[in-house]
């Protein structure tokens, strides 16, 4: 792996990423609309170099988590940065999510999150590197592969958090019910005003009624002048704004 180095995640924490796993704004935010309140059980899909089970952390130390990756380097980084700062209330898998049984339990948590590919498989112009190829490219998992290890995943009523680019809102609904998770919140995300959403933030509930889906208001990025809004800085906390992609 090149260029391994450490980046501040606030809070005292500190992460261990590369050229190759890193994170970006939407894996923050991703991480801040999902995260889970009191003694709770949860689950990291496509870990990365577990970025959100940090996050998840950092605000809250009350947590059970997996962090599950198919990628052993990926799994090596957050192992590390598990060992960088003492957390033991998380445990890496190296393990392909549509093959989960027998490596996690069923039925067992009450939160999931994933940040997805973005891509469909045979879409768009192919990164050469495999690790960039399968963060951005359904090469190794759909949609449908995703909820279907959620919905296993999660006990009744447990949350499915995901975000994604606004063109495929209706894919990720659809296979969201497909396997029993009905979406319950939902937020857009733009850079700013003038800009359409790049992104959203879905919450899903295993096993929920149909009939209400809660939109949240818009969340802008950065503010009339340019500069980051106020909410973006309040999810960033003390994150050193530089990093910010």
């Not at 992460?15 to 923050?28: A, G, K, L, M």
């Not at 957050?78 to 093959?99: F, G, H, P």
């Not at 850079?191 to 879905?202: E, G």
Request: hydrophobic letters at 35%.
């Amino acid at each position: 792996m090149n260029n391994i180095h450490l980046e501040p995640l606030g809070g005292g924490l500190e992460i261990y990423v590369s050229e190759s796993y890193r994170f970006s704004t939407d894996t923050i935010l991703l991480a801040n609309f999902s995260q889970p309140k009191g003694r709770k059980k949860c689950v990291d899909l496509g870990t990365g170099c577990g970025t959100i089970p940090l996050i998840w952390l950092r605000e809250n130390k009350q947590l059970e988590i997996a962090a599950v990756d198919i990628q052993e380097n990926a799994c090596k980084l957050a192992q590390d940065s598990i060992s960088r700062n003492d957390l033991i209330q998380m445990t890496v898998y190296n393990a392909d999510l549509k093959e989960l049984k027998g490596v996690l339990p069923f039925g067992y948590y009450d939160l999931v999150a994933c940040n997805p590919p973005y891509k469909l498989g045979g879409s768009g112009i192919r990164n050469p590197e495999s690790a960039k190829l399968i963060a951005r490219h359904e090469t190794e998992c759909t949609l449908d592969d995703i909820c279907e290890s959620a919905s296993r995943l999660l006990q009744f009523s447990g949350r499915f958090c995901i975000c994604q680019r606004p063109e495929r809102l209706a894919d990720v609904m659809e296979a969201m019910r497909k396997f029993s998770i009905e979406p319950k919140v939902l937020r857009l995300v733009q850079q700013r005003r003038s800009k359409a959403p790049k992104l959203f933030l879905i919450e899903g509930r295993k096993g929920g009624n149909r009939g209400f889906l809660n939109v949240l208001p818009t969340l802008f990025i950065e503010d009339d002048s340019g500069s980051f809004s106020e909410e973006m800085l309040q999810i960033y906390g003390d994150y050193k704004s530089n990093h910010m992609e």
